[in-house]
Structures are given as C-alpha cells and as structure tokens.
C-alpha cells in the first residue's frame, strides 16, 4: 500500500520560502509515476500546484509557475515542494499525492499539512 | 486556467439519487474524456471515487457513477447514505500536462 507523509514548518513569514517534503512508503518513486502537491486554503476548493514525474521532468500550474520548484530525491524516495515569496494567500494545507498530470487522476494522498503564513 | 463550476451544494434524502454537476470549457472537460471525482470528508484527505469520466476504482461502490456531455461532467449517487455526506470534487485534464479542480460541492444528507 502506497502511503505519502508531509513534513516541514507549520509557520512562514511573508515574503519567505516554504519548504515541505513528502516521504513516500510502500512503493519506489524511482519504479515511476508522476508525484505532486495540491493545497487547500481553509474552508476552500483543492488547487493543483505541480508535479515531477521519477526521472525528474516538472510540471506547474501557469499561476504558481514563477514561484514553485519541485525536485525528487530517489535516494531517500521523497520529493519536496519549494514556495517563494510567499503572503497571506498561501496558508492552506498542503498535500502530496501520487497523481497523473495526462489524466488528472490522483490515487494516493497524504494526510495533509496546514501551513501557515504569518508575521 | 479557471476552476470548473460545480454547485456550491446539494442535498438529498436517504435512499435518494442526486446529481453533481461540474461544468468546464472546450479547452478542459469538453476536449478529454480525462475528468475524476474526489470525495472529501471534513478533516481528511480526498479520496479518488470516479476517473476517467466514468470508472471507478476498486472498492468504490456502484452507488457511484460518473457521466460526461459536451463541456459537463457528471457524478450521480444513488441509494443515498448518510456517510455519503462530505464535499465533491471534479478534477479535469486541461491540456500541456495540467489538471484543473472544481471548486466543490458539498452534499448534505436530509
């Protein structure tokens, strides 16, 4: 059984960096798949983020493009999502799932991690 | 790319059916047979219930099903449930390797 773990800061200041990692069990990032991050602002609708396919191709949403890297580390089979110059609009809880960025469909999905972003 | 519009909510009766709709664009839900539908319970993380327009993972009930016309998705849910209660979510293919959500539904069980 697949299982995906978020794991970073709770908290960001605005105009900094969040950082988040998604360990991955069960399964070997680097036997395929593509693997990304969705988030939820509070009370709101899902948002697709981006995702990396295992050899390390990246896909973005056009509207966080300029802020988002996605890389994965097979050796340590996580990957991790990197948010630049981040406000008040980014506070959501971050997912990481196994999706498929030519279907849209997401199979596996953490539990979840709320972050943030305040002073 | 814009959020595909699902209703803000519906609601049925126990043993009812109700339909889900989740309208996008030629450019999205109307060019690919690629929309998938998520149900979500408060707290928890989504969980896969339709792909594909209309298949449905293993373990899923038959009490859902999914149906697609023009620029129109669909999620039908018969035999209604109380545990069916949560929110919905379309998911749709949008060309270039991107994907798009609706911005949810959320069913209330009378």
């Known amino acids: 059984q697949v299982q995906l773990q978020e794991s970073g800061p709770g908290l960001v200041k605005p105009s900094e960096t969040l950082s988040l990692t998604c360990a991955v069990s069960?399964?070997?990032?680097?036997?395929?798949?593509?693997w990304g991050w969705i988030r939820q602002p509070p009370g709101k609708g899902l948002e697709w983020i981006g995702s990396i396919y295992h050899s390390g191709s990246t896909y973005y949403n056009p509207s966080l493009k300029s802020r988002v890297t996605i890389s994965v580390d097979t050796s340590k089979n996580q990957f991790s999502l990197r948010l630049s110059s981040v406000t008040a609009a980014d506070t959501a809880v971050y997912y990481c799932?196994?999706?498929?960025?030519?279907?849209?469909?997401?199979?596996?999905w953490g539990q979840g991690t709320l972050v943030t972003v305040s002073s | 790319q814009s959020a595909l519009t699902q209703p803000a909510s519906v609601s049925g009766s126990p043993g009812q059916s109700i339909t889900i709709s989740c309208t996008g664009t030629?450019?999205?839900?109307?060019?690919?047979?690629?929309v998938s539908w998520y149900q979500q319970h408060p707290g928890k993380a989504p969980k896969l219930m339709i792909y594909e327009v209309s298949k449905r993972p293993s373990g899923v009930s038959n009490r859902f099903s999914g149906s697609k016309s023009g620029n129109t998705a669909s999620l039908t849910i018969s035999g209604l449930q109380a545990e069916d209660e949560a929110d919905y979510y379309c998911c749709s293919y949008a060309g270039s390797s991107t994907y798009i959500f609706g911005g949810g539904t959320k069913l209330t069980v009378l």
């Open positions: 030629s450019s999205d839900v109307g060019s690919y047979n690629l």
């Open positions: 069960g399964y070997s990032i680097s036997s395929g798949h593509y």
């Open positions: 799932a196994r999706d498929n960025v030519d279907t849209g469909r997401v199979d596996y």
